[in-house]
Nanobody, 116 residues
Framework: QVQLVESGGGLVQPGGSLRLSCAAS????????MGWYRQAPAKQQRELVA????????TYTGSVKGRFTISRDNAKNTVYLQMNSLKPEGTAVYYC?????????WGQGTPVTVSS
């Protein structure tokens, strides 16, 4: 059974940093690319923020390039998202999932609020 547990969110001022973690159980993590996604308030769609291949090659959406870093520890079945220079438009619930995402695997997410 696949379970994804996100953590590390919170309230941060513009320009601040947060590090998100996602612990995966089950077989989802093994050999799969993983992604961080976010759903902003009042938006129905989740958007991909960053993804990372099993071997470690990352990709980023344009709005976070140079500010966010995705990484993974395959021995710990954990994927991370280091977020620096956060902006108010980064306010959202952040989720991890495989990339592409498996519809049955969404966890609770971790909320991030960027506000002064």
């Amino acid at each position: 059974q696949v379970q994804l547990v996100e953590s590390g969110g919170g309230l941060v001022q513009p320009g601040g940093s947060l590090r998100l973690s996602c612990a995966a159980s089950g077989n989802l993590f093994r050999f799969n690319a993983m992604g961080w996604y976010r759903q902003a308030p009042a938006k129905q769609q989740r958007e991909l923020v960053a993804s990372i291949a099993f071997g470690g090659t990352p990709t980023y959406t344009g709005s976070v390039k140079g500010r966010f870093t995705i990484s993974r520890d395959n021995a710990k079945n954990t994927v991370y998202l280091q977020m620096n220079s956060l902006k108010p438009e980064g306010t959202a619930v952040y989720y991890c999932n495989s990339y592409p995402p498996g519809s049955a695997f969404w966890g609770q997410g971790t909320p991030v609020t960027v506000s002064s």
